[in-house]
């Protein structure tokens, strides 16, 4: 007799008896090791906005509800809806409140995926993309995806390790790839799941095909039982160069990952008013040279490029009439931008300091306002435009005690800064008023109120 080998329907069938009989007495199933599965009985949707030199931009449904709003490098919160067609019109707001429709798309809405939708690119003419996956129900392991969505579309080799494990010990998953939404497969899959196991992960990436790491993430822990998707971009704002590795989940949190080997920045303000140079020593960190300088009164420094550490800055007056700020502590993370602003409180030289914003400043303004009076308890900040007064404005920052800053994101626009107190009986006393000044540059903005020669003895100085 001759033997012949069975079709792939014979082959289909016996299959699917022989899983028959393995459930019926209560084995494990046939098919692969993955326990997961899904509960989820909705569509989901969530925008995120990559584009590095945007605005904040609504996402809502044609002639209906708002799903919320995004900056650059943030979401809006995941939607539950119904599957199906949906048409969706992304806005920004001008300068003068009025609506811009910057873009009209329809998604398919799949029950039980989840739609995410990226806008990247220059936000002169954005593209806008929508990727989907299937949403699982996990115990103790998580899921991962990652997309590229750079300005120049590159693509990064993605590699992962156990906590506390070096590069060379680390695993790779694949590449990331702009206009490619890829999920990577875990290299240790147990019994119970081919997904990745909970628990803190290191991420490195290089260039296509190289060994040598260009970012290299702090430790990640890993501690949802979801899908991340892990999103490569630029850095925008006060520091314009590097990478970022945004944690997108189900909300509107994003962790921005940076590198643990970026630079950090600082820039620092004289608003002492003493008639002398103030001597400026910055340094204290193992592994940089300290650095000294002098700044003028109302002088601003430039934006001075350092490793990540931890500083000190001592400040001197020479002509002895000031106490001198010494050993102030200055903390500059990776990849942040920090203000030092020097003040003279009662002939004692002190310091306030800030991070600046990492969030462009082509549309939107993220401006950093800060009290530098110490003679009254707080002071009010309105920012009015030429149709407006302090009772109508739309913008105002309210009770900044000495020392406080505060920020407020401006669209770009004209505004006329006015800073008030209020006296003992509830009456606003005015410490001076700018003229209309243009928020319209991409730039950092700084606004101080403090101590001057001026008819009130006080004055409102606008740093960039």
């Known amino acids: 007799m001759q033997l012949t ?15 028959g009989l393995i459930v019926l007495l209560g084995l494990s199933a046939c098919g692969g090791s993955d326990s997961s599965s899904s509960d989820y009985t909705y569509a989901y949707v969530q925008f995120y906005n990559a584009s590095p030199n945007g605005a904040n931009v609504e996402m809502r449904e044609v002639d209906g509800d708002s799903f919320g709003s995004a900056q650059f490098g943030d979401t809006t919160s995941m939607y539950s809806l119904e599957s199906g067609e949906l048409e969706l019109e992304f806005i920004r707001t001008d300068s003068d409140d009025q609506e811009v429709l910057i873009d009209t ?25 929508n990727y989907q996956y299937e949403r699982k129900t996990l115990e103790d392991h998580f899921r991962l995806f990652a997309l590229s969505v750079t300005a120049d579309n590159a693509s990064y080799d993605f590699y992962m390790s156990e ?16 206009g490619d939404l890829g999920e990577f497969v ?17 991420i490195y990436l290089t260039e296509p095909g190289r060994d040598e790491v260009i970012f290299e993430s702090q430790t990640i822990d ?29 909300s509107s949190t994003v962790t921005a990952l940076t590198d643990v080997e970026a630079d950090s920045q600082y820039r620092i303000y004289n608003s002492s008013n003493i008639d002398a140079d103030l001597q400026v020593s910055f ?23 350092i490793r990540y550490g931890d500083y000190r800055v001592t400040v001197t007056d020479p002509t002895g009439s000031a106490t001198s700020l010494n050993n102030k502590l200055i903390t500059l993370n990776q990849g942040e931008s920090k203000a030092i602003l020097i ?44 149709d407006e007064t302090i009772d109508t404005a739309e913008y105002d920052l309210q009770n900044l005690e000495f020392g406080e800053s505060a920020s407020e994101v ?31 540059e991409e730039e950092n903005y700084i606004v101080t109120v403090e101590p001057a020669d001026t008819a009130t003895g006080y004055e409102i100085r606008v740093l960039y």
């Open 5 to 19: 080998t069975p079709s792939v329907n014979m082959t289909v069938g016996f299959r699917t008896i022989i899983c």
């Open 105 to 129: 798309i329809t998604v398919d809405l799949r029950e039980g995926y989840k739609t995410l939708i990226v806008m990247s690119g220059d936000f002169a003419a954005p593209s806008f993309s």
């Open 163 to 178: 906590s506390g494990d070096p590069f060379e010990a680390a695993n790779y998953l694949g590449s990331a790839n702009a």
């Open 186 to 202: 875990f290299w240790d899959a147990d019994d119970d799941s081919d997904y990745f196991d909970e628990g803190e992960y290191t």
């Open 222 to 250: 890993f501690i949802y039982e979801t899908e991340y998707v892990l999103t490569l971009r630029d850095v925008s704002g006060a520091i314009q160069e590097g990478l970022v590795v945004d944690t997108i989940l189900n």
């Open 283 to 305: 340094g204290g960190n193992t592994d940089e040279e300290d650095v000294s300088f002098t700044l003028s009164a109302g002088e601003l420094s430039s934006f001075t490029a």
């Open 343 to 386: 003040y003279n409180n009662d002939d004692k030289l002190g310091a306030a300091t800030f991070v600046e914003s990492g969030l462009p400043q082509a549309y939107d303004k993220t401006v950093n306002f800060i009290n530098l009076v110490n003679d009254f308890d707080d002071v009010d900040f309105y920012l009015v435009r030429n």
């Open 410 to 440: 401006l669209p770009s626009d004209y505004y006329e800064v006015i800073a008030v107190y209020e006296d003992d009986n509830g009456e606003q006393v005015l410490l001076d008023r700018t003229a209309l000044f243009g928020f319209v």
